[in-house]
T-cell receptor, first 116, second 117 residues
C-alpha cells in the first residue's frame, strides 16, 4: 500500500511568485492535513480537508489556501511568496477526522520550499 | 490555548542504554490525546506512541513507553535498549478530543536525539 506522496520534493521560488504543492493521500484516506515546519516556529497546522471541504484552518494569512479533490488528493497554494515562507511543508492523511481508533495520521516526506 | 513544551533541545545516549525525553503541556481540556512522533533525517513523521488522557495506564509500544502524569501535565517518553535507528527528532504533540482531529495537532519544538555506537 503506497504511503502519502508529496510532490515536488524540493522547490525554489522567487519572492512574489506563487507556488502549488500537491499531496496524494493513502488509498482510502479521505482526510488530508497540511503543516508548515520551520526551525523558528516549529510545526504549525495550516488546514485540514475532508470530503472536499475545509474542516479546520490554522492561523495563517489568506495567501495560504488549499483545496481537496473528489479523489481526496489535495493541493495547497501560497501566493505572493515571502522569504519567511521558506519551510518544509508536510501533508498528513487519515481515514477520517476525529479521535477514535484507526484515525492515525500518516505523514508524507514533505516538500522543501525555498524562497529567494 | 494549548501549549506543548519540550525543554531538552538535544540529547544523546549510548546504544543499548535507556533515555527519557521530557514533555509538558498546558490545557484546560479534560479529555485529550497525547502523542510522540519521530522525524528521522528522511523527514517523514512517524507516530511512535499515543496516550488517551482518560486512560490511567501508561501506553507502551515495544521499546517505547510513556510516563503520563495528568495532574502534573507531564508526558515523558522512555526509549529502552536504544538503537542507532532511533536517532531522530522527537516531537511531543497534543490534540483535544472534542472537535479535535489529526488535522490540528499542536506540537512541541522537538528534541534531537542522537544514539551513539
Amino acid at each position: 500500500k503506497a504511503g502519502v506522496t508529496q510532490t515536488p520534493r524540493y522547490l525554489i521560488k522567487t519572492r512574489g511568485q506563487q507556488v502549488t504543492l500537491s499531496c496524494s493521500p493513502i488509498s482510502g484516506h479521505r482526510s488530508v492535513s497540511w503543516y508548515q515546519q520551520t526551525p523558528g516556529q516549529g510545526l504549525q497546522f495550516l488546514f485540514e480537508y475532508f470530503s472536499e471541504t475545509q474542516r479546520n484552518k490554522g492561523n495563517f494569512p489568506g495567501r495560504f489556501s488549499g483545496r481537496q479533490f473528489s479523489n481526496s488528493r489535495s493541493e495547497m497554494n501560497v501566493s505572493t511568496l515571502e522569504l519567511g515562507d521558506s519551510a518544509l511543508y508536510l501533508c498528513a492523511s487519515s481515514p477520517r477526522p476525529g479521535t477514535g481508533p484507526n484515525t492515525e495520521a500518516f505523514f508524507g516526506q514533505g516538500t522543501r520550499l525555498t524562497v529567494v | 490555548a494549548q501549549t506543548v513544551t519540550q525543554s531538552q533541545p538535544e540529547m544523546s545516549v549510548q546504544e543499548a542504554e535507556t533515555v527519557t525525553l521530557s514533555c509538558t503541556y498546558d490545557t484546560s481540556e479534560n479529555n485529550y490525546y497525547l502523542f510522540w512522533y519521530k522525524q528521522p533525517p528522511s523527514r517523514q513523521m512517524i507516530l511512535v506512541i499515543r496516550q488517551e488522557a482518560y486512560k490511567q495506564q501508561n501506553a507502551t509500544e515495544n521499546r517505547f513507553s510513556v510516563n503520563f502524569q495528568k495532574a502534573a501535565k507531564s508526558f515523558s517518553l522512555k526509549i529502552s535498549d536504544s538503537q542507532l535507528g532511533d536517532t531522530a527528532m522527537y516531537f511531543c504533540a497534543f490534540m483535544k478530543e472534542y472537535g479535535g482531529s489529526q488535522g490540528n495537532l499542536i506540537f512541541g519544538k522537538g528534541t534531537k536525539l542522537s544514539v551513539k555506537p
